[in-house]
């Protein structure tokens, strides 16, 4: 079994590689082999003109680095989606690797191997309104729809600021752990 975090805060060390690493923690518990890739330390630049036809696009932008991350993404079996809320969303680097997923997802020789990950989402914010973690959970929903996968559930953290704060929510950070651990338990079944 094998469980990436996508990491999508430039912010290195924050409340959402925090909050991502508790989950991974919880993950390596239940026998799972991790990874992390930080979207910030890589060339990802935003999804280029594509066609209509999901099925027939190309990636005009593929001399950067999103194919090789792609491959490492095709290869897990659970995708942590760690990101802070930004502007009432994902950050622009989760964003950006996101949107190019659209000129492979359907495409042939992709196309079976997006389907069936488990999928969890960590998420951050200096906001006190449970809203704001919504603004990245609820499209995501859709986004694991989309790629025939399994929504295994989240962890929001609202109030969450300044740097680190995180540390100090242990029920935050059990949240992340106890996540971690059920899913790779719930996929190994």
């Known amino acids: 079994m094998k469980v990436i975090a996508l990491l999508g805060s430039p912010r290195r060390n924050g409340n959402t590689d925090i909050m991502a690493e508790e989950v991974l923690h919880g993950s390596r518990e239940a026998g799972a082999e991790t990874d992390v890739i ?24 593929n001399d950067d680095d999103f194919p090789s991350l792609l491959e490492k993404f095709l290869n897990a079996d659970i995708v942590i989606w760690a990101t802070p809320v930004y502007w009432a969303g994902l950050s622009g680097q989760l964003k950006c690797f996101l949107d190019r997923m659209s000129s492979y997802f359907n495409k042939e020789p992709y196309k079976k191997r997006f389907v ?30 989309v790629l025939h996968g399994e929504y295994l559930g989240d962890v929001c953290s609202p109030s969450t600021y300044p740097k680190g704060s995180v540390r100090n929510k242990t029920e935050i950070l059990s949240a992340c752990y106890e996540l971690g651990l059920e899913a790779v338990k719930k996929r190994k079944c």
Do not use: Q, W
């Open 38 to 61: 930080v979207v910030d330390n890589y060339l990802v630049r935003p999804i280029a003109e594509v066609g209509d036809k999901s099925s027939e696009r190309d990636d005009p932008r």
């Open 116 to 145: 069936g990950k488990g999928h969890i989402v960590v998420c951050a914010y200096g906001r006190s309104e449970a809203l704001h973690g919504k603004f990245v959970t609820e499209p995501m929903k859709l986004v694991v729809d």
